[in-house]
């Protein structure tokens, strides 16, 4: 079915997602709406080629970046470590046909190349990287699921390397619900190594409930070579439970010397604004959303 993003670009989803197209049309709460995310992700990478969406969920960035202004060279690299979320994502690419210039992989990406163990937060139907302080009583294992799980973590660094060189499809997720022909294809497209090395990835879209400063510690080289457009959600309670804070998040993009934008594309004009942005609204917590732009790049 073809829905319509708020009037600015179409994309085909399963009828059964067309929730999360109402959501971003109709989410325009000032503080924290998610809409206003959409509305300068779609503003902002129009004329962007490569998308780099680590904490895919089920992909509706990925699709929004690949359809939009699509003059047939996008290409998506789309990163979620949740099995479920992928299978419903490859069911819509092989719907879509986009199986050649959107990939998924079932990974993790964080500061280091491990096998890390995660769990199934309460509240959010994905997977997270296991607490390192299990205090917080607010956050724990979804209930109906037990144990944890163990999912490769790689960093931004290392994968920007494997797409280089042309590797990046030996971590490629099994596509599900393929027919017997198409199977064939992916398993020929795992082997196929290309020469990427003139690819930039331009654009990084990083939702990843509290682990975004691991991130971002783990992709500073490939950063300040490439030097991507950033959209950034950062949770200030969520980044606790791994000893990390907000201004660890601030000071590693201040270091990388970006310039950040709040929701309404304001600029955040020193730190004491940045921590203003996070003051709880009615004591729930507030989750930021910031665009990260290269201060030689500014529009």
């Known amino acids: 079915m073809l829905f319509d993003v708020q009037e600015k670009v179409k994309i085909e989803l399963p009828e059964e997602a067309g929730y999360i197209v109402d959501l971003y049309n109709q989410d325009w709460d000032e503080r924290t709406g998610q809409a206003f995310e959409v509305a300068n992700f779609i503003e902002l990478t129009k004329d962007r080629n ?22 047939g060279n996008k290409r ?8 479920p979320n992928l299978q419903v994502a490859a069911q819509i690419l092989y719907s879509n046909k986009w199986l050649d210039d959107i990939f998924i992989f079932n990974l993790l990406i964080g500061d280091q190349q491990s096998e890390a163990e995660c769990l199934w937060e309460t509240g959010a139907d994905t997977l997270v990287v296991d607490y390192e302080v299990t205090s917080d009583t607010r956050f724990g294992i979804k209930e109906g699921r037990t144990g944890k ?18 590797m990046e499809n030996s971590m490629a997720a099994q596509v599900y619900n393929m027919e017997p022909q198409d199977e064939e294809k992916v398993i020929e497209k795992k082997d196929k190594v290309v020469d990427n090395t003139d690819l930039v990835i ?4 990083i939702d990843v409930e509290g682990y975004e400063f691991r991130v971002l510690k783990g992709g500073i080289q490939a950063i300040n070579k490439h030097r991507p457009l950033i959209f950034l959600e950062v949770h200030k309670e969520r980044l606790a439970l791994y000893n990390n804070s907000i201004f660890h998040v601030y000071n590693i993009l201040e270091k990388m010397e970006y310039n950040l934008f709040d929701l309404h594309m304001n600029p955040v004009k020193d730190k004491s604004h940045y921590s203003d942005l996070f003051l709880s609204d009615k004591g729930k917590p507030v989750e930021v959303r910031l665009v990260c732009q ?4 500014m529009y």
């Not at 490569?50 to 003059?71: E, R």
């Not at 998506?76 to 099995?83: A, D, R, T």
């Open 50 to 71: 490569t998308l780099l969406d680590i904490g895919s969920h089920v992909g509706f960035f990925s699709y929004l970046f690949y359809s939009n202004n699509n003059q």
């Open 76 to 83: 998506v690299y789309s990163i979620e470590p949740s099995e």
């Open 149 to 166: 799980h163990k999912i490769r973590m790689i960093t931004v660094d290392n994968f920007y390397w494997l797409v280089e060189m042309g």
């Open 202 to 205: 331009d654009t990084i879209k």
């Open 294 to 297: 290269p201060r030689e790049n």
